[in-house]
């Protein structure tokens, strides 16, 4: 009597066991991919909206006070909660025509003088990824960001 084994070859097509881990080994570096894009998404995100709050603290200290210039900056750079940040501000000037003028002097006509306050902050960006370019063949490429900056401009009102 003879053994009803089935040859080499449809024993192999038959056999199905090792088709999960192949299938896990493909599958495993775009998930990796995409994980850390999303970390480094959510990393810039959120360092990009404190970048913007620290901004907009410094310019609210700025409208109060439009002279002191290392306050505004301070209230600025802690606001934002990070570490590294540099914040610089500035006043300046515009007739009602939108013409950039020097605060001490007049516009043409008598009209009155805007000031204005504007708070830039800047951060370097530590990415996930590295600062490493990816290539995607024809797909294109992609670099990370390596830097955040925010900026807020608020009018100085003026008490008569």
Known sequence: MRSQKPSGRRRLTADRSGNLVI?????????????????DL???????S???????????YGVLAPT?????????????????VTATSSLFCECVSGTEVLCTTTCSGGATIRRYVRVNVNKTFDSVLTTAKLDFGKLGSWTPPTSLSASVTMMVVVSP
């Open 23 to 39: 299938e896990f080994a493909l599958a495993l570096p775009i998930f990796v991919v995409l994980t850390l894009g999303l970390l």
């Open 68 to 84: 002191e210039q290392a306050n505004i900056n301070s209230t600025a750079q802690t606001a934002t909660g990070l570490v590294g």
């Open 42 to 48: 959510g990393k810039y995100s959120m360092e990009k």
């Open 50 to 60: 404190a970048m913007l709050q620290g901004a907009r603290a410094g310019a609210q």
